[in-house]
């Protein structure tokens, strides 16, 4: 896999280092390369070009976000790849594409939210780099996966899927179906905000899961985000919103018990709290009145990206057994009818973190 001249390419010599696979990500194929004698340690990662089609605007954006930081927010700490011995933010070798990024010293990840502490840190770091990168000219970004939060194409797509499906598949789901159409109105608010210019365009992170963001490996305390691969334009909603859809609920979207899934109100106090401190002061009307949305917009469009793909046979999510997809379908819907019945309650909530960052 990792080879000596994809590390000499970063001008490193591989018999310094001792090499190993690291972290509990999905995507990229991660190293820690760590030197023999001494504390310095790197990150090598093989990008994931199934994901990512392409690579160099994935580098591009980070760079652009890089040097805009530099001369805005001298000191804030943003993950940038250190370039190669020809002055590349990546290297090709064999069609693969790898980049090499400093290691954070005394951090660690956490898989899920343990406590509200942790909620809190997590939210406070992605709101930290969505203010400061509020105000950066945002025509030279582009996606790195194109449509990736566009519900009203999930939302078609989810539609086609039902008359092509096959018999057995639709029938068992019908249920569940119906039900996710009968929350349709979540993808018709998205058609609306999202040509209204005061929903702004930002430069998102569009990963907010808790893993990606490094703590302090005692104190537990944020030190920075990692993960920038999806950084690019989009809405304040992925964001916030896949914060409330993984850190609220005390189980994954794996769980098939569909009785432990509900919204535990002091996490999404805490990501709430952390998220607006930071990136509250920042926020359009439209974007503060659509802050319980989030949450909706991305459990919805969870939900029926999973349903979808079972209905489609399971074309997209890897899968380890035939209803995989339709269990995760209904663990999103629950959630989803969990954090509806909740609203007031966590709009309350809401008005209070507003209130107290105002
Ligand atoms: P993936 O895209 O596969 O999720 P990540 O970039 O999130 O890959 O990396 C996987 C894990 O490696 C992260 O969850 C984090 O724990 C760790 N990690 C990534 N970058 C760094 C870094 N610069 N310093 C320390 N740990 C890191
Ligand atoms: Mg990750
Ligand atoms: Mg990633």
Redesign the pocket.
């Known amino acids: 896999m990792v080879n000596n001249a994809i590390i000499a390419a970063f001008g490193l010599d591989a018999a310094n280092f001792e090499i190993k696979r690291f972290g509990s990500?999905h995507?990229?194929n991660t190293f820690l390369l760590s030197a023999i004698g001494d504390d310095k340690k790197y990150v090598l990662q093989k990008i994931n070009t199934n994901v990512f089609k392409e690579p160099a605007v994935i580098a591009t954006n980070q760079r652009l976000a890089a040097e805009y930081l530099a001369v805005h927010h001298p000191g804030y700490l943003f993950i940038t790849p250190i370039q190669t011995v020809n002055r590349e933010d990546l290297f090709v070798w064999e069609g693969d594409y790898w980049r090499l990024i400093p290691f954070i010293n005394d951090s660690t990840s956490v898989d899920q939210a343990d406590n509200t502490k942790q909620a809190y840190e997590a939210a406070k770091q992605f709101g930290k780099m969505a203010r400061y990168l509020d105000g950066i000219d945002m025509r030279p970004f582009k996606p790195t996966i194109p449509n990736f939060h566009n519900l009203t194409l999930r939302y078609s797509a989810f539609q086609e899927a039902i008359p092509q499906a096959k018999e057995d598949r639709k029938a068992a789901a019908q249920d569940t179906i119906e039900e996710f159409l009968r929350h349709s109105n979540i993808a018709i608010t998205y058609e609306q905000l999202k040509t209204d210019p005061a929903f702004k365009d930002r430069l998102m992170h569009h990963?907010t899961k808790i893993n990606?963001v490094l703590l302090h490996k005692t104190t537990f305390e944020g030190l920075c985000v990692c993960?920038l691969?999806?950084l690019m334009p989009g809405k304040l909603i992925s964001d916030l919103g896949d914060m409330v859809r993984t850190y609220v609920c005390p189980v994954s979207e794996e769980e098939r018990d569909l009785t432990l899934i509900h919204v535990r109100n002091e996490y999404f106090e805490a990501l709430m709290k952390g998220y607006l401190e930071e990136v509250g002061a920042t926020l359009t009307e439209v974007e503060r009145k659509h802050l319980f949305y989030a949450g909706k917009f991305m459990i919805y469009m969870q939900g029926i990206r999973f349903l979808t793909d079972y209905l489609n046979g399971d074309v997209y999510y890897p899968i380890k057994y035939p209803t995989h997809n339709f269990d995760r379908a209904k663990n999103q819907l629950t959630l989803l009818q969990q954090l509806i019945k909740k609203e007031p309650e966590l709009q309350a909530i809401i008005d209070q973190c507003l209130a107290q960052k105002a």
Do not use: L, V
């Open positions: 990500g995507i990229n990963d990606n993960d691969d999806t």
